[in-house]
């Protein structure tokens, strides 16, 4: 950092914000966050940079009730949302849901809702303890994540990454609460089908 | 057949309920319900079990990720840095 920006930073010290440090303390930090969402360096990227801007112009209203990196995270969280939401209400992406419904016509009975026989849950037998099966045991975990839809990939991280309010989920992706269980219920179906095929 | 029996054997609703469950809790009809259902049924036992893992793992990935954080190139972190000390100066 040049000596100019010292005089610069002073501006934010009281509000114990320091732009001038935010690359050096948080752009790895938050580059996990974006990247562990969407699975997208570029983008990742980008939402870093577009992150530090965007806190730029807000920093004025940084009160300090939260940590500086907490604070930088929820805008990042914001722009992630932003993405989801963008990812999943293209035109493009109902044959994406369709097709992933489609493979789950045939898990359960029509007439009476059981298990078919060639789709029912077998043990996994994942020793959790056993630290270099649960990275295998992850890394299919991830493979079977990405081939979801990317509405349903969105549902299903914010609720499952984040823990994030249900309601808000639905706000924010635009779901019916309904449609929010539906799509819960059809991701899990899906993703533990994908693992019985890759794993067992 | 009742509600009751229509529930105690039908997967397809006893697999939602299981999701319900671990986000948002079950009435207690609907736990009574699920409660039948699995004391009958051993796939959907396998089921949850394998949800709950799933859910442990997938919130896992993301802790375990953070724990061994990714790093941006020095490169960008650099053009980064001027970028913020460019707009910085504007003030």
Known sequence: MSNDNYTTADLFATASVDPGKWVELYADYLYTYAYTRINDEELAKDLVQETFLAALEKVHLFKGNSSERTWLTAILK???IDIYRKKSSAFAKKTEVA??????????DHEDGHWNVAHRPKEFGVEQEDLITSKE???IL???MKKLPTLWLSVFTMKHMDDEATDV?????????ANFWVIIHRAKLNLRECLQKNWI | MDEITKIAYNCRKATLLIERKQILGLSAREKLELKIHLAGCNVCKIFERQSILINRMVHGLFHSSQANELKLDEKY??????????ELNKH
Not at chain 1, 99 to 108: L, P, V
Not at chain 1, 169 to 177: A, D, G, N, P, Y
Request: charged content about 40%; aromatic content about 8%; hydrophobic content about 25%.
């Open chain 1, 142 to 144: 991830q493979k079977c």
């Open chain 1, 169 to 177: 989920i639905c706000k924010e992706l635009k779901v019916t609460s």
């Open chain 1, 99 to 108: 097709e992933a419904e489609q493979q789950q016509d045939d898990f359960f």
């Open chain 1, 78 to 80: 914001n722009k992630v």
């Open chain 1, 137 to 139: 045991f992850n890394n």
């Open chain 2, 77 to 86: 972190k650099k053009q980064l840095q001027e970028r913020i000390e460019k």
